[in-house]
């Protein structure tokens, strides 16, 4: 079936530096893209999401990049800072419906 | 805005038992809860969905029997897992979907872990 994955189980950056997370998705129809932290023993957390008519969206200090040509989700973290080592899911969603996970990217910052 | 809870937040049951997972939005109503389950160093499964006043859909390979949810309100949703394993042990995390505003937010639980010993 379908699915949604990362591109890398584990990405460790030094504080202050810029963070990229990947995600590729299967699923051509998926129209909402969710990036989500996960802290240990929590529920995930919402981070920043994009719909499928764009192609970046910002937050604070997060940027999601859409690239529907080849079906690939960015989630860039500036200034990386430790309270953001944590477990990052993206997740698709098609027509309002049920969100599919990926499999995570355990992010570690290194003071 | 937009908090939804669990209860309890851990909870340990012996093998054959069951055991009741509460999910409730706090300051919103919930027209669809989600029901997930997650074991570690793993990503969340979708198990069922859930809406409020009819019967849940279930994943593919999810019992129904033996994962009882009922979503009787706009503000609470039940899971019961029933005759409890050993293999049962996991950490659930509920969802929830609001009526008004984006039709896409969902917002989650703190989650419950369930050691079934």
């Known amino acids: 079936g379908e699915s949604v994955g990362l591109h890398l189980p584990t990405l460790s950056v030094q504080e202050g530096d810029n963070s990229i997370i990947n995600c590729a998705y299967s699923?051509?129809?998926?129209?909402?893209f969710i990036w989500y932290k996960q802290e240990s023993g929590k529920g995930p957390q919402f981070i920043i999401d994009?719909?499928?008519?764009?192609d970046k969206r910002q937050g604070q200090r997060v940027t999601v990049l859409l690239n529907k040509t080849v079906k690939h989700l960015s989630l860039q973290i500036a200034a990386t800072q430790p309270g953001d080592s944590a477990v990052y899911f993206c997740?698709?969603?098609?027509?309002?419906?049920?969100?599919?996970f990926g499999d995570g990217t355990t992010l570690t910052v290194k003071p | 805005g937009a908090v939804v809870s669990q209860h309890p937040s851990r909870v340990i049951c012996k093998s054959g038992t069951s055991v009741k997972i509460e999910c409730r939005s706090l300051d919103f109503q919930a027209t669809t809860m989600f029901w997930y389950r997650q074991f570690p160093k793993q990503s969340l499964m979708l198990m069922a969905t859930s809406n409020e006043g009819s019967k849940a859909t279930y994943e593919q390979g999810v019992e129904k029997d033996k994962f009882l949810i009922n979503h009787a309100s706009l503000t609470l949703s039940t899971l019961t897992v029933t005759s409890a394993h050993p293999e049962d042990s996991s950490f659930y995390i509920c969802?929830?979907?609001?009526?008004?505003?984006?039709?896409?937010?969902?917002?989650f639980g703190p989650g419950t872990r369930l050691t079934v010993t």
């Open positions: 699923n051509s129809a998926s129209d909402y």
């Open positions: 969802s929830a979907r609001g009526a008004g505003g984006s039709s896409y937010e969902q917002y």
């Open positions: 994009i719909r499928s008519n764009m």
């Open positions: 997740a698709e969603n098609i027509d309002a419906g049920k969100s599919t």
